[in-house]
């Protein structure tokens, strides 16, 4: 899980631009390993036990983590998946994440900005880099039957949160899982906030009217409205939980 937002000093250009900065996060990592405190404050141990608690799955074959910071989050997140891709856009943050999992094979660790690095996660890129579960069976490959997306989206603009909503619903599996988890407050030098943002997912995946069959059906399976954050959870099947285990 990436991060509860901490402002920070901007340049004019920063606070001029909705888009991701790297500069943002280097100059958060520049001189400490737990910016955000992941480890420490009772406020993040709390949320990544609500974010785990709600998953409609207690296993998961093939998992994805959009800004995975530190890896805090990636090793709890890694007990529930067969295999883990975590990607954070921060070197700093990468080299944390890859030692904190440095015994659990079966998660890799990968540096790139969000959303441009998603539209390299080919087969042929990913095989060149070992990330295979077996020498014949691809594990890292979309589609991904659970993508997480913590503390990331409101470092982005408008127009490339609508790419990521787009790769999402060309790469969740059927059944798949969408987890998404956002600090509701302003962050100094970004426009978009927790709440526009999953104002923006809402619109993206609360299907409403007649289902387009051309696009993946989702179930709106969870939604928590914390003082503090925002968290919700879509599957890609028109299922609840409850109809899944053949209850109703």
Not at 89 to 116: C, E, F, M, Y
Not at 142 to 168: H, K, Q, R
Not at 191 to 204: D, I
Request: glycine residues 4%; negative net charge.
């Amino acid at each position: 899980m990436s991060h509860t937002p901490k402002a920070t000093p901007s340049t004019t250009d920063d606070a001029q631009s909705n888009a991701y900065s790297e500069r943002y996060f280097d100059a958060l990592y520049s001189d400490n390993s737990d910016p955000w405190q992941y480890q420490s404050r009772w406020y993040e141990q709390r949320k990544r036990d609500m974010c785990l608690a709600v998953l409609p799955q207690l296993e998961y074959d093939k998992a994805i983590e959009l800004g995975c910071g530190n890896g805090v989050f990636s090793v709890l997140l890694a007990q529930r998946c067969q295999t883990l891709l975590s990607i954070d856009g921060n070197d700093k943050a990468v080299q944390l994440a890859k030692q904190r999992l440095a015994d659990a094979s079966h998660v890799k660790v990968i540096q790139g900005v969000i959303p441009s690095i998603l539209s390299t996660l080919q087969l042929a890129d990913l095989t060149k880099t070992g990330l295979t579960k077996t020498d014949s069976t691809p594990a890292y490959q979309p589609p991904f039957d659970l993508i997480v997306i913590s503390e990331i989206l409101y470092y982005l603009s408008p127009a490339d949160i609508d790419t990521v909503i787009t790769w999402i619903k060309h790469n969740i599996a059927v059944g798949g899982t969408l987890l998404c988890c956002h600090w509701r407050y302003a962050i100094d030098g970004f426009v978009m906030t927790g709440e526009t943002v999953h104002q923006r997912l809402q619109q993206a995946f609360n299907q409403e009217d007649e289902p387009d069959f051309t696009q993946p059906v989702f179930t709106h399976q969870s939604q928590l409205v914390d003082s503090d954050f925002l968290l919700d959870v879509w599957q890609n099947t028109p299922k609840t939980v409850a109809m899944q285990e053949k209850l109703v």
